[in-house]
């Protein structure tokens, strides 16, 4: 196995490892201080304090090569370890390596690696409840480690996001944008500043245009340098200006023409965000958003549909064809707005290896629970830096691992499977567990079946408190609850099995496992769903039966 995971393009292992016990820095530049960081903080977790000593054991030089952006070598050996990175965000990356090699006891090796895809990260676009201000800090640090650039600000709840576009961001919300686009700088991720204008906005009201531009002015002014238009999810017959249609004809002309405007107010390329931003169809909005679009604005694109199932390299080149633009592809996966009560923790599949031959990036819209939607997340990351070698069910079990025991992990993942789109089947390893313990049952093996139930419950039972994990734990502490009261119903199936007694003690343990609920909405609304339709089903069959 790789030293290092994700296993880069290029390691060479030169034999035997580094020694050092005193290290000092060289060529350390104001830009690389995030990469300082690591490394510092790496040499202080390996237990090397004596840093910048004379004629120390180790010296670590920071450098600059060529090579395409974000692209690294790290190269380690006795007395010597280089980190080069072909811009700030190489470096970074580089110090990233360093730290786990370090782990691994610094052994002696090349590494050299580049991203597939110029665009990585997530795009906070969901509906219902945003996450918090702790949360996104802590994101940003996230998509950092994971060699992730980009973070997309574009909550559908924030109300100065989406339906009162038009007002001024208060002072307070205002400073914490600040220090979100701070602590994304300090994480090389871009932090793309997105407004949703389209459920009012007048496109022949020169007011409401300077109330865009106004939006934007004031988080450029903090610092940011990437923005974006969206007008997704709007009513494509309804002009709000009796104006607009007289003057643009028809919404592709009227959204080219805004975003346009946005465009030379930023003097950089933009991004937007189409109404018709899923499917493959040629019609009159992507044609003019395809002949009247800045060309170097990039558009976002969700697949054939809005979640699908797959998509192909062919989808994309087709899309890259049909919109004529740079296209980013929106992945709506592990969205989960639309299934109240569920958290996809599946694998990332269904998106054929080399997409990155026609679009500029693939990112997550991730789950209102932005820790439990790190196992996704992890995958994107993997996803975006090599789309030709991604291994879907590898890349799982890494992200499954980062965040505690893979085994009780993967049995809390697979409880969590279904979404859907992606997934149709709940609980597939559960389910055949269960199968084989109606097997047992069919055979008249009672203590077998007994014996296997008894593992299984004990397993879900226990599973709450073997998330390593803190923050994960957290979040997910109502599905965990409900893996527990299902683990205690299973349990006590035993007595209904032994002595036919007991009935009423599981379907009040079911019940109240049905009954659990999260606290962010759309999941409020309902009782979390964990490994329904399979061990609800098993357990009132039980019963039945016995």
Same mark, same amino acid.
């Given at each position: 196995?790789?030293?290092?995971?994700?296993?880069?393009?290029?390691?060479?292992?030169?034999?035997?490892?580094?020694?050092?016990?005193?290290?000092?820095?060289?060529?350390?530049?104001?830009?690389?201080?995030?990469?300082?960081?690591?490394?510092?903080?790496?040499?202080?977790?390996?237990?090397?304090?004596?840093?910048?000593?004379?004629?120390?054991?180790?010296?670590?030089?920071?450098?600059?090569?060529?090579?395409?952006?974000?692209?690294?070598?790290?190269?380690?050996?006795?007395?010597?370890?280089?980190?080069?990175?072909?811009?700030?965000?190489?470096?970074?990356?580089?110090?990233?390596?360093?730290?786990?090699?370090?782990?691994?006891?610094?052994?002696?090796?090349?590494?050299?690696?580049?991203?597939?895809?110029?665009?990585?990260?997530?795009?906070?676009?969901?509906?219902?409840?945003?996450?918090?201000?702790?949360?996104?800090?802590?994101?940003?640090?996230?998509?950092?480690?994971?060699?992730?650039?980009?973070?997309?600000?574009?909550?559908?709840?924030?109300?100065?996001?989406?339906?009162?576009?038009?007002?001024?961001?208060?002072?307070?919300?205002?400073?914490?944008?600040?220090?979100?686009?701070?602590?994304?700088?300090?994480?090389?991720?871009?932090?793309?500043?997105?407004?949703?204008?389209?459920?009012?906005?007048?496109?022949?009201?020169?007011?409401?245009?300077?109330?865009?531009?106004?939006?934007?002015?004031?988080?450029?002014?903090?610092?940011?340098?990437?923005?974006?238009?969206?007008?997704?999810?709007?009513?494509?017959?309804?002009?709000?200006?009796?104006?607009?249609?007289?003057?643009?004809?028809?919404?592709?002309?009227?959204?080219?023409?805004?975003?346009?405007?946005?465009?030379?107010?930023?003097?950089?390329?933009?991004?937007?965000?189409?109404?018709?931003?899923?499917?493959?169809?040629?019609?009159?909005?992507?044609?003019?958003?395809?002949?009247?679009?800045?060309?170097?604005?990039?558009?976002?694109?969700?697949?054939?549909?809005?979640?699908?199932?797959?998509?192909?390299?062919?989808?994309?080149?087709?899309?890259?064809?049909?919109?004529?633009?740079?296209?980013?592809?929106?992945?709506?996966?592990?969205?989960?707005?639309?299934?109240?009560?569920?958290?996809?923790?599946?694998?990332?599949?269904?998106?054929?290896?080399?997409?990155?031959?026609?679009?500029?990036?693939?990112?997550?819209?991730?789950?209102?629970?932005?820790?439990?939607?790190?196992?996704?997340?992890?995958?994107?990351?993997?996803?975006?830096?090599?789309? &030709? +070698?991604? $291994?879907?069910?590898?890349?799982?079990?890494?992200?499954? =691992? !980062?965040?505690? @025991? %893979?085994?009780?992990?993967?049995?809390?993942?697979?409880?969590?499977?279904?979404?859907?789109?992606?997934?149709?089947?709940?609980?597939?390893?559960?389910?055949?567990?269960?199968?084989?313990?109606?097997?047992?049952?069919?055979?008249?093996?009672?203590?077998?079946?007994?014996?296997?139930?008894?593992?299984?419950?004990?397993?879900?039972?226990?599973?709450?408190?073997?998330?390593?994990?803190?923050?994960?734990?957290?979040?997910?502490?109502?599905?965990?609850?409900?893996?527990?009261?299902?683990?205690?119903?299973?349990?006590?199936?035993?007595?209904?099995?032994?002595?036919? &007694? +007991?009935? $009423?003690?599981?379907?009040?343990?079911?019940?109240?496992? =049905? !009954?659990?609920? @999260? %606290?962010?909405?759309?999941?409020?609304?309902?009782?979390?769903?964990?490994?329904?339709?399979?061990?609800?089903?098993?357990?009132?069959?039980?019963?039945?039966?016995?």
């Amino acid at each position: 196995m790789s030293l290092i995971i994700p296993p880069p393009r290029r390691l060479t292992r030169h034999g035997g490892g580094v020694p050092f016990g005193t290290v000092a820095l060289v060529g350390v530049t104001g830009a690389d201080r995030a990469a300082e960081t690591v490394v510092r903080s790496a040499l202080a977790a390996a237990g090397i304090h004596r840093v910048g000593v004379p004629d120390p054991d180790l010296t670590i030089r920071f450098a600059r090569g060529p090579g395409r952006p974000e692209a690294y070598r790290v190269v380690t050996g006795p007395g010597d370890v280089l980190l080069e990175g072909s811009d700030e965000a190489g470096t970074f990356y580089a110090a990233q390596v360093f730290a786990r090699l370090l782990d691994d006891g610094l052994p002696s090796v090349t590494v050299e690696d580049h991203p597939a895809m110029a665009w990585r990260g997530s795009i906070e676009g969901f509906y219902g409840t945003p996450w918090t201000h702790r949360e996104r800090l802590a994101h940003l640090d996230f998509l950092g480690a994971h060699r992730m650039n980009t973070y997309v600000y574009a909550p559908k709840d924030d109300p100065y996001h989406r339906d009162r576009w038009r007002e001024a961001y208060p002072p307070d919300e205002l400073a914490r944008l600040a220090e979100l686009v701070d602590r994304a700088g300090a994480n090389h991720v871009r932090f793309v500043f997105t407004v949703s204008p389209g459920l009012s906005i007048r496109y022949s009201e020169p007011a409401d245009l300077d109330a865009l531009l106004a939006k934007f002015a004031a988080v450029r002014a903090l610092g940011c340098a990437d923005f974006c238009v969206a007008l997704d999810d709007i009513d494509p017959t309804v002009w709000h200006d009796p104006r607009d249609e007289a003057a643009h004809g028809h919404l592709g002309a009227a959204h080219a023409w805004l975003v346009n405007r946005v465009r030379e107010w930023a003097g950089v390329p933009v991004q937007f965000v189409p109404t018709e931003y899923h499917g493959l169809a040629a019609t009159r909005y992507k044609k003019e958003v395809r002949d009247l679009l800045a060309p170097d604005t990039a558009v976002w694109w969700t697949g054939h549909d809005v979640i699908p199932a797959t998509i192909t390299v062919e989808e994309a080149r087709q899309a890259r064809e049909l919109f004529g633009h740079p296209i980013l592809v929106w992945d709506n996966y592990p969205v989960n707005d639309y299934i109240a009560g569920r958290v996809p923790l599946g694998p990332y599949d269904g998106r054929e290896n080399g997409l990155s031959a026609h679009v500029d990036g693939v990112l997550s819209n991730p789950a209102n629970q932005v820790a439990m939607s790190t196992v996704a997340l992890s995958a994107f990351a993997e996803y975006g830096w090599d789309d &030709t +070698g991604f $291994d879907a069910a590898a890349v799982h079990r890494r992200a499954l =691992a !980062a965040l505690g @025991d %893979d085994e009780d992990l993967a049995a809390f993942a697979d409880l969590n499977t279904r979404d859907d789109r992606l997934h149709h089947d709940q609980a597939p390893i559960h389910a055949a567990a269960l199968a084989v313990i109606r097997d047992d049952l069919a055979r008249g093996d009672r203590a077998a079946a007994i014996t296997r139930l008894t593992e299984l419950a004990d397993r879900l039972i226990a599973l709450p408190g073997r998330i390593a994990d803190a923050r994960f734990a957290v979040e997910a502490e109502a599905w965990l609850a409900a893996t527990r009261l299902w683990g205690e119903a299973l349990a006590a199936l035993v007595p209904v099995l032994e002595h036919g &007694t +007991g009935h $009423d003690h599981v379907r009040r343990l079911a019940a109240s496992a =049905a !009954a659990v609920r @999260d %606290d962010r909405h759309p999941h409020r609304t309902t009782g979390v769903l964990v490994g329904d339709g399979v061990l609800d089903v098993f357990l009132m069959a039980v019963l039945d039966a016995y």
